[in-house]
C-alpha cells in the first residue's frame, strides 16, 4: 500500500472520529477539569515544600497522529541473534530471552544497555528509542519510541528489558514503522499550566518533589484497524517522605487531568 493511500485512509478515520471523540474520551478515561489559577500559586507551591525546576511558560504545538500496525518486527526478527524470539501477531510483538545475560550495575545500566540496542543483531530499530528513566524501575529498563514527530509512551511503541538479579535476561518490544499526521497542528499547554493545574486540583502533595514533566504522545483510541494518538503531559512527582514517585497524565491539548483509563495502555508508575 503507497503513503499517499495509507494517508487518505487516515484522514478518513479521523474526520469519521470527529463526530463521537468527546464521546470517546469518556468512554475511555475519567477526566478532571481544573479550576483557574493564578500568579501565586507557584509561591504557593513553594511554601508547602514542592520542589521543581524552573517551569517553562511557552505553549508548543502538538498533532493528532495515527499509525497503522505492521509486522516489521517479525519480518526481521532473523537478524537478531544470540537469543530465543517468539512473535505475538495479535499485538505485534516480540519477546527475546538473551542466550548469555547481561551483567548491569544501578550506575552503569543505563550506557550498558545504550550501547546494546544501537547493534542490530542485539535489537530491530534500536536507534528508534530512547531510555525513560521515569518509566523504569529496579527490575525492568523501558525505552520508549523516539521519532520527528515525537516521543510515544505507550505500549505500542516500547522496548522493555527485564532484569533479576542484576543482569538483563530478555526484553519485549512493539514497533510502529511510521506515523501520519492526521490533522493542522494544534497549540498544548505549556509546562507551567499543567503543572499548575495539577496543584490547584490537589493532585501534588505537600512536601513532593516533581522529577519530571515529559510531553508525548500515548494511544487514544484503536478505529478501523489503526491507531490514533494524542499528546500528553507525563507528570512524575516523588514523595520525600515515603520516597514514592507516581505519574499524573494530562491532556496536552485540553488541560484535562487524566484520572483512570479502561485498558490500561498508558497507564505508567515509575517506581
Not at 75 to 89: F, I, M, P, R, W
Not at 121 to 127: C, E, I, Q, T, Y
Request: glycine share 4%; proline share 2%.
Amino acid at each position: 500500500m503507497d503513503f499517499k493511500r495509507i494517508e487518505v485512509i487516515f484522514l478518513i478515520v479521523f474526520f469519521s472520529l470527529d463526530v463521537f471523540l468527546f464521546l470517546s474520551f469518556r468512554n475511555s478515561q475519567q477526566l478532571v477539569s481544573s479550576s483557574s489559577t493564578n500568579t501565586s500559586t507557584v509561591s504557593e507551591m513553594k511554601k508547602r515544600n514542592i520542589s521543581f525546576g524552573s517551569l517553562d511558560s511557552k505553549n508548543g504545538y502538538a498533532y493528532y497522529l495515527g499509525s497503522q500496525p505492521d509486522d516489521s518486527l517479525a519480518e526481521n526478527s532473523n537478524k537478531l541473534t544470540g537469543q530465543k524470539v517468539e512473535y505475538d501477531e495479535s499485538d505485534h510483538s516480540l519477546t527475546s530471552g538473551l542466550e548469555d545475560p547481561i551483567s548491569i550495575t544501578s550506575t552503569n545500566r543505563e550506557t550498558v544497555m545504550n550501547k546494546f540496542i544501537k547493534k542490530e543483531s542485539n535489537v530491530l530499530f534500536g536507534k528508534s528509542y530512547k531510555y525513560a528513566p521515569q518509566l523504569s524501575t529496579k527490575t525492568r529498563m523501558v525505552y520508549i519510541y523516539s521519532g520527528t514527530l515525537g516521543d510515544i509512551y505507550d505500549k505500542t511503541a516500547q522496548l522493555t528489558f527485564t532484569i533479576s538479579d542484576n543482569e538483563v535476561v530478555g526484553y519485549t518490544q512493539t514497533y510502529v514503522r511510521s506515523l501520519i499526521i492526521l490533522h493542522e497542528r494544534q497549540v498544548i499547554k505549556s509546562e507551567k499550566e499543567v503543572i499548575t493545574r495539577l496543584y490547584a486540583n490537589s493532585e501534588i502533595p505537600n512536601n513532593s518533589k516533581i522529577s519530571y514533566a515529559n510531553l508525548a504522545y500515548t494511544k487514544l483510541l484503536v478505529a478501523k484497524g489503526s491507531t490514533i494518538y494524542i499528546p500528553v503531559w507525563f507528570v512524575t512527582i516523588k514523595n520525600k517522605d515515603s520516597k514514592v514517585n507516581t505519574t499524573k497524565k494530562v491532556n496536552a491539548f485540553t488541560g484535562n487531568i487524566i484520572k483512570s483509563s479502561t485498558n490500561g495502555d498508558s497507564d505508567y508508575s515509575a517506581q
